[in-house]
């Protein structure tokens, strides 16, 4: 049975930075994309950053450029988030996915899901 769990998430002043963690289980993930998604309250679910399946190659959302770093241990089977100069706008729910293409930024390409932690950034 596959399974994802994020990790990491909480309550940080603007400006605080958080290390979120993604720890996959019941298959490796080795040749797949891995991505960060965000959902705040009343909006969609977005997709934050990716990496490839070799973590060469990167992709983020325009507002979080140069604050997060997207990362992966494939020998640990885990995928990270590093947020820094964290803003009341991050506020969401980060959820962490798996897609079944190498390379991939399009939500509907991720059939695996976390369930999700919270990420709160009081200002």
């Known amino acids: 049975q596959v399974q994802l769990v994020e990790s990491g998430g909480g309550l940080v002043q603007a400006g605080g930075s958080l290390r979120l963690s993604c720890a996959t289980s019941g298959r490796t993930f080795s040749s797949n994309a891995m991505g960060w998604f965000r959902q705040a309250p009343g909006k969609e679910r977005v997709i934050v950053a990716a990496?490839?399946?070799?973590?060469?190659?990167?992709y983020y959302l325009e507002s979080v450029k140069g604050r997060f770093t997207i990362s992966r241990d494939n020998a640990k089977n885990t995928v990270y988030l590093q947020m820094n100069s964290l803003k009341s706008e991050d506020t969401a729910v980060y959820y962490c996915?798996?897609?079944?293409?190498?390379?991939?930024?399009?939500?509907?390409?991720?059939?695996?899901w976390g369930r999700g932690t919270q990420v709160t950034v009081s200002s």
């Open positions: 996915a798996v897609s079944t293409s190498r390379w991939a930024v399009t939500r509907t390409t991720y059939d695996y």
């Open positions: 990496i490839d399946w070799s973590g060469a190659r990167t």
